[in-house]
């Protein structure tokens, strides 16, 4: 967007944050939260997790915390928590872009209904221990395919 208008990145960004603070302050536009997925549901509820990176300018002080190996620049990560059923977003959660998914996890602080099954990718290896019906694929020993 900011080639296309011609500002930087760094003007995108506050403007899309102004947006969105206006129309969570407006309350036509506004997340289930974290309260949603401590509720019993009603009906077999099952939630998406997973997390995504955004690229960002290079910062100026704490360069090493916000860069991501993986993906070779500095980044943010996002953390979306999705109901299967309707595709909306339950809520979201944010680090830096060193941050292991399933580290983002624990220190979002979401607490999950027992009754509501996760499907995660490998990012989140271990959930199991903390949340008894969650599914992730299983990672493959090294040297095997």
């Known amino acids: ?7 930087s990145e760094s003007t995108v960004c506050r403007i899309i944050q102004k947006v969105e603070n206006i129309l969570i302050r407006s309350r036509v536009f506004s997340l289930p939260g974290k309260k949603a997925l401590r509720q019993k ?7 998406i997790m997973d997390v995504t990176e955004s690229p960002i300018e290079k910062p ?8 991501s190996g993986k993906q070779g620049e500095h980044t943010l990560k ?3 928590i999705i109901d299967l059923k309707t595709l909306r977003i339950i809520c979201l ?3 830096k872009g060193r941050v292991h998914d399933f580290n983002l996890f624990k220190k979002s602080g979401v607490k999950i209904e027992d009754s509501i099954k996760i499907l ?6 271990g959930i199991a221990k903390i949340h008894r019906l969650s599914e992730t694929p299983i990672k493959t020993k090294k040297g095997k395919s």
């Open 1 to 7: 967007m900011g080639t296309d208008w011609g500002v």
């Open 41 to 47: 549901p009603s009906e077999e509820k099952v939630a």
């Open 60 to 67: 100026k002080k704490s360069q090493r915390s916000f860069y």
């Open 78 to 80: 996002t953390q979306l």
């Open 93 to 95: 959660a944010s680090g």
């Open 120 to 125: 995660a990718d490998k990012g989140y290896q």
